[in-house]
């Protein structure tokens, strides 16, 4: 689909600032945490007593976890070190913490944790943003790890490759590609999915399919379905029968693809998932809001996560996304303000880094510290505590 990573045509985002009118009002840390959009299916596999439908539920948060990003072309505000988003959802019943822990390379941290004692759900985010000349792709480094505290298991995960197309011309559109392996570490089953490349004709644009497979490698279930729309298990002898008797029934005549040098083109969506006989339905997305297309293309999650309520200021750390003038600029549709206001946050990032480098002091973080992910063995951030006991005094002065 794209030049390989090692091609000298890719250039690195991460040192090159974008103009405002790519970006949406919210920042990454908030971004992150529209992974919790669908954590009824953490809910789910918490109250599963076999360990391979709990499996199956943790696949499907996995891919809903992606589905926001669906027609969201627009670039999330790059958080500014220190920078913190908290999330309390009781309805769902979970509470998320993130900060913002490093800011050359940038990685966000984030905590999520069940009201009810259930889980937690944690991980450290490093995305790598590439230039391709018409197309921008993120490789989303870092690991996720579930934690299912009354089964005593852990699952952990990497999310797949994102691209942007046409961002220079022609209508932008959204691929998430790439194979996302889910371990359950106690039992060591695996589930391996394939975030299908759209490929020549279009074919296969959203689709999703992989098995799970026991620790012997017996595949045990077929998962397949959009990231767009929705997912489905069955036993994996019905997938692979179906789709051989697809493949002989697909004679149609393809259509040449013709070179377009201006612009890729996005294939046209023509079918949704074909189901397979006795299949069960894992998870569907919800509609989006009826004005969502003038409103940066948010789900109704993501249209709340930058409100202030009525008492929210004097309870948040200062240091919340909340709080950003750039970001709450640009959601009241003063573009030119919010350009003023990022270009004075920035400027005033880095005075406050050359001070630091001038007194020779290292940054702290607040609310997470740099440890080992146990299941994995890779270095992450771990929350260390304490940030719902709303102790914010010497908290660094970021806005």
């Not at 012997?216 to 729309?229: D, F, Q, S, V």
């Not at 004097?314 to 950003?324: H, N, Y």
């Not at 607040?366 to 929350?383: A, L, V």
Request: one cysteine or more; hydrophobic letters at 35%; proline letters at 5%.
């Amino acid at each position: 689909l794209l030049a390989s990573s090692t091609s000298p045509r890719a250039r690195e985002l991460s040192k090159i600032t974008m103009p405002i009118v790519f970006n949406e009002p919210l920042s990454f840390l908030q971004r992150i945490s529209e992974y919790m959009e669908h954590t009824y299916l953490i809910n789910r596999a918490c109250s599963l007593s076999n360990s391979l439908e709990r499996m199956q539920a943790v696949a499907a948060f996995a891919v809903s976890a992606v589905a926001s990003q669906w027609d969201r072309t627009g670039k999330p505000f790059n958080p500014l070190l220190g920078e913190t988003y908290e999330l309390v959802r009781e309805d769902q019943g979970f509470r998320l913490i993130s900060e913002q822990v490093s800011h050359h390379p940038p990685v966000s941290a984030f905590h999520a944790e069940s009201l009810s004692g259930d889980f937690i759900f944690h991980g450290s985010i490093y995305p790598k943003l590439k230039f391709w000349g018409k197309s921008v792709e993120a490789e989303p480094k870092g690991t996720i790890t579930l934690e299912l505290l009354k089964h005593n298991e852990a699952y952990t995960w990497s999310n797949p490759y994102c691209c942007v197309h046409n961002i220079i011309l022609g209508k932008l559109w959204i691929e998430q590609y790439g194979t996302v392996e889910i371990v359950n570490h106690r039992t060591g089953e695996k589930c391996v999915l394939n975030f299908k490349p759209c490929g020549m004709f279009g074919k296969e644009l959203h689709k999703v399919e992989g098995y799970i497979q026991n620790r012997n490698k017996k595949k045990l279930r077929a998962i397949y379905g959009k990231w767009t729309e929705c997912m489905w298990s069955v036993d994996p002898q019905a997938y692979e029968d179906h789709k051989k008797s697809e493949k002989k029934g697909d004679n149609k005549t393809k259509k040449n693809k013709t070179e377009n040098d201006e612009a890729d083109d996005m294939p046209e969506v023509l079918e949704t998932v074909s189901v397979v006989p006795g299949s069960t339905l894992l998870w569907r997305i919800e509609s989006r809001p009826a004005h969502s297309a003038m409103m940066y293309n948010f789900t109704n999650f993501a249209v709340s996560l930058n409100e202030l309520e009525p008492g929210m200021e004097s309870i948040l750390a200062p240091t919340d996304c909340r709080f950003r003038p750039d970001i709450r600029a640009m959601e009241n549709g003063n573009i030119d303000e919010a350009s003023r206001q990022k270009e004075r946050l920035e400027e005033k990032q880095r005075a406050a880094r050359k001070e630091r480098a001038k007194r020779d002091e290292e940054w702290r973080t607040r609310w997470f510290q740099k440890g080992t992910n146990p299941y994995t063995n890779s270095e992450e951030w771990i929350y260390t505590g304490g940030y719902f006991d709303r102790n914010y005094q010497n908290l660094p002065d970021i806005y």
